[in-house]
Nanobody
């Protein structure tokens, strides 16, 4: 059974940095895409960044140049380095594992983590 366990969320002032981590309990990581989504109450879950099975990355425009997604396949760990954080980045962040090698939104996701809260104060 797949289990995604996130860590690294917290509270930070605007301009600060956080690094989120997500550990995948299975060994099928190399053939799947992974992503980070975020959600605020009353709004739909938003794709923030993803990395496909070939290592290509995609970012939502609002985080380009500030966030970096990466993975350590030897440890089955996914990361999201978040720099120059803004108050509008405040949300619950979810790690996601795709059904296949490419992610293209929630419909392509097979597994979700429990979420980790990120709060950015101005």
């Amino acid at each position: 059974q797949v289990e995604l366990v996130e860590s690294g969320g917290g509270s930070v002032q605007a301009g600060g940095s956080l690094r989120l981590s997500c550990t995948d309990s299975t060994t099928t990581s190399s053939s799947r895409c992974f992503g980070w989504f975020r959600q605020v109450p009353g709004k739909e879950r938003e794709a923030v960044a993803d990395i496909d099975s070939e290592g290509s990355t995609t970012y939502v425009d609002s985080v380009k140049g500030r966030f970096t997604i990466s993975k350590d396949s030897s440890k089955n760990v996914l990361y999201l380095q978040m720099d120059r954080l803004k108050p509008e980045d405040t949300a619950m962040y979810y790690c996601a594992k795709g059904i296949g090698g490419r992610c293209f939104g929630p419909a392509s996701i097979g597994y979700w983590g429990q979420g980790t809260q990120v709060t950015v104060s101005s």
